[in-house]
């Protein structure tokens, strides 16, 4: 890997909103496809209890790997050597533009299912409230594939900066490395000497 040119740059790594425009698409077409055939509804046929069950288990999943997160921050912020630096400053704003994505998944993922098992107590037809926890389950992971190429691209970088050959020392302190005093030039020492015999 160039250390000038790290891998965690690209139009996905830039570009973290487009996860919740993938998100939309597997959901439109799920909904389409329930819709048109009735087939593909994991969740058909459960009772109220066990669908909100499955709500919570979902939410507390989105939760426990935006836990995780924290890992990889750390492990972002241990990064050295020239190729930790090339990073903050290449990709710096690329990757803190993951950091709250990831974030906000943490926190839109359990709340998208908690709005599932409110409209699910409350609504005559429970098709809506799954596809809303549908997309909640694609959101959480689609961002944890996200983290897990983060933390995978800062692990790659880390050990190629461990690898990396060090510098060699510098030579040990020789007087005879410094400058030697430079003796007069000739038209420096004429006009000393002419100072001299008019002081005289």
């Known amino acids: 890997m160039n250390p000038r040119r790290p891998d965690v740059v690209g139009v996905l790594s830039e570009r973290p909103s487009l996860d919740y425009l993938g998100v939309a698409v597997l959901v439109l077409l799920h909904v389409f496809v329930v819709l048109q055939w009735e087939v593909g509804d994991v969740l058909d046929g459960t009772d109220l209890a066990q669908r909100l069950a499955v709500y919570a288990a979902g939410g507390g999943a989105a939760l426990g790997i935006g836990g995780v997160t924290s890992v990889a921050v750390g492990l972002y912020q241990a990064l050295g050597g020239i190729r930790g630096d090339s990073v903050r400053q290449h990709a710096g704003t690329a990757v803190r533009r993951n950091w709250r994505a990831l974030l906000v998944a943490t926190g839109l993922s359990p709340a998208l299912a908690l709005l599932a098992m409110a409209l699910d107590r409350t609504v005559g037809d429970p098709l809506l409230p799954r596809f809303i926890f549908e997309g909640a389950l694609l959101l959480t992971a689609v961002r944890f594939a996200r983290l ?23 030579p040990a302190y020789n007087p005879d490395f410094g400058p030697r005093p430079s003796s007069p030039t000739p038209a ?8 001299r015999v008019r002081a005289s």
């Open 188 to 195: 420096r020492a004429g006009a000393a000497g002419g100072q």
């Open 148 to 170: 897990v190429w983060l933390f995978g691209s800062f692990m790659r970088i880390d050990d190629a900066s461990r690898t990396d050959k060090p510098k060699p020392p510098p």
